[in-house]
């Protein structure tokens, strides 16, 4: 299984305030096997490539949930990783 790292930030749209979303996000993410680091403009999590990717997915449909947003994700094999 591939080891992998994304930087992902989160930006909902339209609301006036932002921490609901970013908060189900993040409890999302730690149901995952993955490192977590939160940063004030982004998160990096990291783990095996299965996990990361079910984490995104549910991230998503959480965050659309929630409203309109913009999510950026930048991976890496290479950077970051654990």
């Known amino acids: 299984m591939n080891q992998l790292a994304a930087q992902v930030s989160l930006y909902p749209l339209g609301q006036e305030d932002l921490s609901p979303v970013i908060d189900q996000v993040l409890d999302v993410f730690r149901r995952y096997d993955l490192h977590m680091d939160i940063g004030p403009m982004s998160t990096i999590?990291?783990?095996g490539e299965e996990?990361?990717?079910a984490a995104l997915r549910e991230a998503t449909t959480e965050a659309c949930a929630s409203g309109k947003m913009v999510?950026?994700?930048t991976l890496s094999n290479?950077?970051?990783v654990n």
């Open 45 to 47: 999590l990291s783990g």
């Open 51 to 53: 996990a990361l990717f």
């Open 71 to 73: 999510m950026t994700v």
């Open 78 to 80: 290479a950077c970051a």
